[in-house]
């Protein structure tokens, strides 16, 4: 087992010296990164290539990247680019909902004072007519 050693009393001055240094350091960069964060990074020129007008297969494109020691098969890119369309799709449907939400509520704010104000101009239209009628 480890021993540990004996620590020091550390003062507020100390610790608060502890604390603006850990708060100023910047996020490390990560030399690896995942397939699908791979994938997701290269989607837009893999899309265009993989496109009619370019006519690439995903095979194809996975021979191109693994030149650059990039290991990724060509089912395995596909496979990322339609979770990562899924995603987006989804994401997007969500954000629109939400859109849509906000616009009711406006809509629906906007419309109530104008109910009321008709509602009150029919009160003070409400006239009697000379032979004890009330008329709108």
């Known amino acids: 087992m480890a021993k540990y050693q004996e620590s020091e009393v550390t003062t507020k001055n100390k610790t608060d010296n502890g604390i603006s240094l850990l708060k100023e350091q910047k996020r490390k960069e990560q030399d690896d990164v995942s397939d699908r964060t791979t994938v997701r990074k ?28 990039i290991n990724l098969s060509g089912e395995k890119i596909e496979h990322l680019i339609g979770e990562l369309n899924k995603s987006n799709s989804h994401h997007q449907k969500v954000k629109l909902g939400e ?20 509602s009150e101009r029919s009160i003070d239209q409400t006239v009697k007519s000379g032979n004890g009628k009330t008329k709108r």
């Open 42 to 69: 290269m989607r837009r020129y893999i899309a265009k290539l993989t496109s009619s007008k370019y006519g690439y297969t995903y095979d194809e494109v996975s021979e191109m990247l693994k030149g650059l020691g």
């Open 99 to 118: 859109e849509n939400n906000v616009l009711k509520s406006t809509i629906t704010t906007a419309k109530q004072p104008a109910v009321k104000a008709n």
